[in-house]
């Protein structure tokens, strides 16, 4: 115990925070109790509200990884290629990746995110989760705008509400590949694989310009 008394504590925060996410993602959130997260992360109760105030800022700071990754995943995929169609596979390829690698970051990052800031009664991390949101946004208005502007994409688009429909269609479609692969595979002879390529081509083709 000495030699963990001695670790930084931003490694005993990482051992707590990973625990808790195995823990939200097999139970929930509301029926994970701190108790169960010191028991999975091996800390007495007291120990972790050392590191932790409570449950919601444990909930906070994975919300805020979530999104950092997130914003990471997207930025590579615009950076790498320059066509739009290029870019939309780059994005849809990382999103998979992302979701196969941070399950629970996947879900979490989809969750109602606190947009009312003028009270004290919010968390650190949640202001920067939401922050780096409406960064994630702007990378996404960026794509749509050179993408109309270059004729590869219908030029009615209205801007925020096709992102939002673009996130909840794309979120979707990975998360029932990943929970339905079994049934995907048996009921329509396609792989996980072939059938998401045909989703996100049935996406890209209903915001694509026609004629482009």
Not at 189 to 200: D, H, I, N, P, W
């Given at each position: 115990m ?6 930084p ?5 990482e051992?707590?925070t990973?625990?808790?996410s ?8 509301a029926?994970?109790s701190?108790?169960d997260i010191?028991k ?6 007291a ?9 919601e800022?444990i909930?906070?700071i994975?919300?805020l ?8 995943y997207?930025?590579?995929a ?6 739009t169609k ?9 999103l998979v990746?992302?979701?196969?690698e941070?399950?629970f970051y996947?879900k979490i990052?989809?969750?109602k995110?606190?947009i ?9 991390e ?13 990378k996404?208005?960026d794509?749509?705008?050179?993408g109309?502007?270059?004729g590869?994409?219908r030029?009615?688009?209205?801007i ?9 269609m ?6 029932l ?7 995907i595979?048996?009921?329509m ?12 081509s049935m ?7 026609k004629?482009?």
């Open positions: 000495a030699r963990r008394k001695k670790e504590i931003s490694v005993h925060r051992n707590i990973s625990a808790a195995v823990l939200f993602m097999e139970k929930g959130i029926a994970t701190m108790d010191a999975a992360a091996g800390y007495s109760k120990t972790l509200y050392v590191y932790f105030k409570n449950k800022e909930v906070g994975l919300a990884e979530s999104m950092k990754k997130l914003y990471d997207l930025s590579s615009l950076v790498q290629q320059k066509t290029a870019q939309y596979a780059f994005i849809c390829r990382g990746r992302y979701q196969e941070f399950p996947f990052v989809l969750d995110i606190n009312n800031f003028e009270s004290h009664d919010y968390l650190p949640e202001k920067k989760a939401y922050q780096i949101g409406e960064e994630i946004n702007k996404m208005k794509f749509l705008i050179s109309m502007e270059k590869d994409l030029d009615d688009l209205e925020m509400p096709t992102i939002f429909n673009f996130w909840g794309l979120s979707g479609i990975i998360q590949a990943a929970n339905k692969e079994e049934y595979k048996i009921s002879r396609l792989s996980k694989k072939q059938f998401l390529e045909y989703g996100f996406l890209y083709h209903s915001i694509a310009d004629e482009g």
